[in-house]
C-alpha cells in the first residue's frame, strides 16, 4: 500500500459533499436580546444616555494624555499589547450600543448618530493595532482619535439637550433614570475641566458641574472651586509634559 491512498481529500471532494444536500438555507431567527434593550432605551431615552456615556466612560479608562512636541495635547490608548481582551470587551461595547442604537433610531431617531459611534470603534481598533505591531502612536492619529472622543462628547450633549426638550414639550418633566448620583472624584473633576478646556472653554465651576452632571456625578460649589483652582495653579507651574 503505497502514500498515495492516505492522501487528504480534495477541496473539490468536500464541496461535492457539502453539496449534496442541497443549496445553503437559513431560518429566520429569533430575536436576540438586543430587543429587550432597545426596548428599555425607547420607553427612557436617559438610559440610553447612560449607556452610550458609560461605554465611551470604559473606554477612557485605559486612556492616557500626551503632549506632542511640547504644545499639542491629545489621548491615546495605552497597556494594549498582545490579545488584549480588555481591548476586544471594549470594541464589542462600541458594536452593540451601534447595533441597538441603529435599531432605535429606525423605530424613533434621535440626535446621535451611529457613525459618532463607529468613529471612535475604527479609531480606537486602529490606536491598538498600532500598538500591537510596535508602532509609536504619531500626532496625526492622536488627534483623530481625539476628536472623535470629542464629537461623541458633543452629541450626548445634544441628545442630553433632546431628552429634556421633549419631556417639556410633552408637559412632563424628564424621567429620571434609576441611578444613584455619585461624589465626583478629583480626577473626574480634573478630567470635566480638561475636556472643557479642549472645546477651547474656559472650565468655569458652573461648566464643570454641567459636564459632571452628564456622568451622574455631583461636587459641592467649594470642592468645585478648590479642585478648579488647583487644576489651574497645577498647569501654569507645570505647563507641558
Wanted: net charge neutral; glycine share 4%; with cysteine.
Amino acid at each position: 500500500m503505497n502514500d498515495e491512498e492516505f492522501d487528504e481529500p480534495s477541496e473539490e471532494y468536500f464541496e461535492r459533499t457539502l453539496n449534496e444536500s442541497g443549496p445553503p438555507t437559513i431560518r429566520a431567527p429569533e430575536p436576540s436580546d438586543r430587543a429587550n434593550k432597545v426596548a428599555t432605551w425607547l420607553a427612557d431615552p436617559s438610559v440610553m444616555l447612560a449607556d452610550l456615556t458609560e461605554t465611551l466612560n470604559l473606554m477612557l479608562k485605559s486612556c492616557r494624555r500626551r503632549y506632542f512636541d511640547g504644545i499639542v495635547h491629545e489621548l491615546i490608548p495605552e497597556k494594549f499589547k498582545g490579545k488584549n481582551l480588555w481591548a476586544l470587551w471594549i470594541t464589542w461595547g462600541f458594536s452593540k450600543d451601534a447595533e441597538q442604537l441603529a435599531i432605535r433610531n429606525s423605530i424613533e431617531s434621535t440626535p446621535f448618530p451611529v457613525d459618532a459611534i463607529r468613529e471612535v470603534q475604527r479609531q480606537f481598533d486602529h490606536c491598538v493595532s498600532e500598538i500591537n505591531h510596535g508602532n509609536p502612536i504619531n500626532l496625526a492619529t492622536a488627534h483623530t482619535f481625539t476628536d472623535g472622543i470629542k464629537k461623541y462628547e458633543h452629541h450626548l450633549q445634544i441628545l442630553a439637550d433632546w431628552i429634556e426638550s421633549r419631556a417639556i414639550f410633552r408637559g412632563k418633566k424628564a424621567k429620571q433614570t434609576k441611578r444613584q448620583t455619585k461624589t465626583a472624584s478629583k480626577q473626574e473633576i480634573r478630567d470635566a475641566a480638561y475636556s472643557i478646556f479642549r472645546q477651547d472653554e474656559t472650565p468655569t465651576k458652573e461648566r464643570v458641574r454641567e459636564y459632571l452632571r452628564t456622568l451622574n456625578r455631583t461636587a459641592s460649589t467649594d470642592r468645585l472651586q478648590a479642585e478648579l483652582y488647583e487644576w489651574r495653579k497645577e498647569r501654569r507651574k507645570n505647563g507641558p509634559q
